[in-house]
């Protein structure tokens, strides 16, 4: 039985055209060691100009971790490509992962620039830098009408860490993971995912996403944040942040 199925929503923008940092996070991806018999890893990439390892943009890609530790395609669908600031394209994405890889648990990552509650997310390159509001990714979520919760939501993007976003997105996840500051290129480390199969929630889970995370970082002078939230608590939080 399968215990994770995680989609990642990659956005490569410029992030990927100027600095190859998409394709870096994929090369992580695979080399992490995670047990791919319990975990499925599924990446929509699309949303940048280039891509470093060579890959078409003339289609947006959905790509498996195989067994034996590759990138494949997912499906035989080819020739489509989708605007990844459109809630469709999400919509589309977690309908996909749920139906066609079934698990005990369900997780998903954000990958891109974020510009916090007033500002979009995941800005595509190929479509006018056209990105996902949260209005929009809330739409995307009732649209896909998912059988469970996410165990966990996670943004590898700068500035997604509020109560506002945490707020809009707890009907649809358990936890979310996210940076009230900036994140630098690199973004997170994806060693994290070696062992995420003996995980029991997405708290733990998103305890070692930090902990890898300021481990890579341990060097870098700017301020870091990077944060766990348990959604089921939000509530407590509101009326002090109504107040202020």
Same mark, same amino acid.
């Given at each position: 039985?399968?215990?994770?199925?995680l989609?990642?929503?990659m956005?490569?923008? /410029?992030?990927?055209?100027?600095?190859?940092? $998409?394709s870096?996070?994929?090369?992580?991806?695979?080399?992490?060691? #995670?047990?791919?018999?319990? %975990?499925?890893?599924?990446?929509?990439?699309?949303?940048?100009?280039? !891509?470093?390892?060579? #890959?078409?943009t003339? *289609?947006?890609?959905?790509? &498996?971790?195989?067994p034996?530790g590759?990138?494949?395609e =997912?499906? &035989?669908?080819?020739?489509?490509?989708? /605007?990844?600031?459109?809630?469709?394209?999400?919509? !589309?994405?977690? &309908?996909?992962?749920?139906?066609?890889?079934? $698990?005990?648990?369900?997780?998903?990552?954000?990958?891109?620039?974020?510009?916090?509650?007033?500002?979009?997310?995941?800005?595509?390159?190929?479509?006018? @830098?056209?990105?996902? %509001?949260?209005?929009?990714?809330c739409? +995307?979520?009732?649209?896909?009408?998912?059988?469970?919760?996410? @165990? !966990?939501?996670?943004?590898? +993007?700068?500035?997604?860490?509020? *109560?506002?976003? +945490?707020?809009?997105?707890?009907?649809?996840?358990?936890?979310?993971? =996210?940076?009230?500051?900036?994140?630098?290129?690199?973004?997170? /480390?994806y +060693?994290f995912? /070696?062992?995420?199969e003996?995980?029991?929630n997405?708290?733990?889970?998103g305890k070692?996403?930090?902990?890898?995370?300021?481990?890579?970082?341990?060097?870098?002078?700017n301020?870091?944040?990077? $944060?766990?939230?348990?959604l089921?608590?939000?509530?407590? $939080?509101?009326?002090?942040?109504?107040?202020?």
């Amino acid at each position: 039985q399968r215990r994770l199925t995680l989609m990642i929503y990659m956005c490569g923008s /410029n992030l990927e055209s100027g600095y190859g940092s $998409a394709s870096a996070d994929l090369q992580e991806i695979i080399e992490a060691g #995670y047990d791919r018999k319990k %975990t499925e890893v599924l990446i929509l990439a699309g949303g940048s100009q280039s !891509w470093k390892t060579g #890959y078409s943009t003339d *289609v947006t890609h959905l790509f &498996r971790v195989s067994p034996g530790g590759t990138l494949v395609e =997912a499906t &035989r669908e080819t020739g489509t490509l989708r /605007n990844m600031g459109d809630p469709d394209s999400l919509s !589309w994405f977690l &309908r996909y992962g749920y139906q066609h890889f079934p $698990a005990d648990q369900y997780a998903l990552i954000l990958w891109d620039h974020g510009g916090g509650p007033l500002e979009a997310a995941c800005l595509d390159e190929l479509f006018s @830098s056209d990105g996902l %509001t949260l209005g929009e990714m809330c739409s +995307a979520f009732e649209s896909a009408q998912l059988p469970q919760k996410l @165990s !966990w939501i996670g943004f590898d +993007a700068c500035l997604m860490g509020s *109560v506002e976003v +945490a707020n809009a997105l707890s009907p649809y996840a358990e936890y979310m993971i =996210a940076s009230q500051e900036r994140e630098p290129a690199a973004g997170w /480390n994806y +060693a994290f995912l /070696n062992g995420i199969e003996q995980d029991e929630n997405g708290g733990i889970t998103g305890k070692r996403i930090v902990q890898k995370y300021f481990e890579a970082l341990a060097d870098d002078p700017n301020p870091l944040t990077l $944060a766990c939230i348990d959604l089921s608590k939000l509530q407590e $939080a509101l009326p002090s942040m109504d107040s202020f």
